[in-house]
Every structure is written in C-alpha cells, then in structure tokens.
C-alpha cells in the first residue's frame, strides 16, 4: 500500500518479488534484471498507473502478480521460456531499434527514428569511445515510433549512440 512509491531500482541479486510486495504502489513501469525467477501472489496487483513491466530474463514461475492491472510485459527477445503472455498479461518481444536511414539532421540537429511497440520503455545512450556511456533520453514510445533528436551533437568530434532496454 505505498501509494505514492513511483520508482524502484532492483539490484543484481534480487530473485524473486514476494506476493503484495507493489500491491497499490503508484509505479508507472518497472525493469526487473534477468535474476529475478519468481513474482509472488499480487505482487504488482491494482497498481493503477503501472503500464509496463520489462524483463531482462528468462521467463519466470508466477503467481496472478498482475491482478487488476491493464499493462503489457516486455522481454529481451533472446530470453528462454516466454510465451504471449505472463500473469494474464499480454508479453510482447521488446524490439524496439532504430529506423534505417533515418539518422541525419533535422532542424539542425542529429537525429533518428525509433521503431517499437506502442509502449514500450527504450533508453538512448551516448558515447565518443565506445567504453564510456552517458544516457541521454529514458522514455516510452507513445505510438509505434519516435524520432529522437541531440541537441547537444554539435559539441562532440564523434558520438555513438545506442537504443537499449531500460
């Protein structure tokens, strides 16, 4: 009953959300790292802005954690045991990348075109060695695609970026 809890960062360890444990808690989405193998009982139940939930792993054992919900679960595609859905939720392959032949500039500015489920969370990160990333944007894709502009470009000899999962 947390009601004004709106974000959560799970560390490495965690393997498991008991049951009840957001029950009612005002998180928007949520990322759970590839250690996590068990949701207990309403862990997330009737949480009313929670929209997405994103899995770095493997499919795990569930128990009704989405009890109440109206959300859509996101998985690395390369991740095992996944099917179309998980606790009564819809599952969908999170896919989103960037559009071929859409960087450029734009309005004087560089930019590019992301593509993805409606809904899904992505993450743009910057870099001007490959080693060293800074994120830059952490949003949802409010429709299918979104075009995603650096106002900062311009300061950098080079700069990489890279569309990851949040």
């Known amino acids: 009953n947390c009601t ?4 959560v960062i799970f560390g490495a360890r965690v393997s498991q959300i008991g049951q009840f444990a957001f029950a009612y808690a005002a998180l928007a989405s949520a990322t759970l790292r590839a250690s ?3 949701i207990g009982k309403a862990a997330f139940e009737f949480a009313p802005n929670l929209s997405t939930v994103c899995f770095a792993g493997g499919a795990p054992t569930v ?3 989405f009890l109440g919900n109206n959300l859509y679960v996101y998985y690395a595609p390369a991740a095992n045991g996944w099917g179309p859905a998980l606790g009564g939720r819809p599952a969908i392959p999170w896919t989103v990348s960037n559009l071929a032949n859409t960087a450029g500039l734009d309005g004087g500015q560089f930019g590019f075109t992301i593509i993805g489920p409606a809904l899904a969370p ?3 990160d910057a870099s001007t060695n490959l080693l060293d990333w800074s994120s830059v944007l952490s949003v949802e894709l409010k429709t299918s695609e979104y075009r995603f502009t650096d106002p900062q470009w311009s300061s950098f000899n080079r700069r990489f ?3 990851r999962m949040p």
């Not at 004004?4 to 974000?7: G, H, P």
């Open 63 to 65: 128990d009704d954690p």
């Open 4 to 7: 004004k809890l709106q974000s």
């Open 161 to 163: 970026y890279r569309v």
């Open 36 to 38: 996590v193998t068990n």
């Open 122 to 124: 992505f993450a743009v």
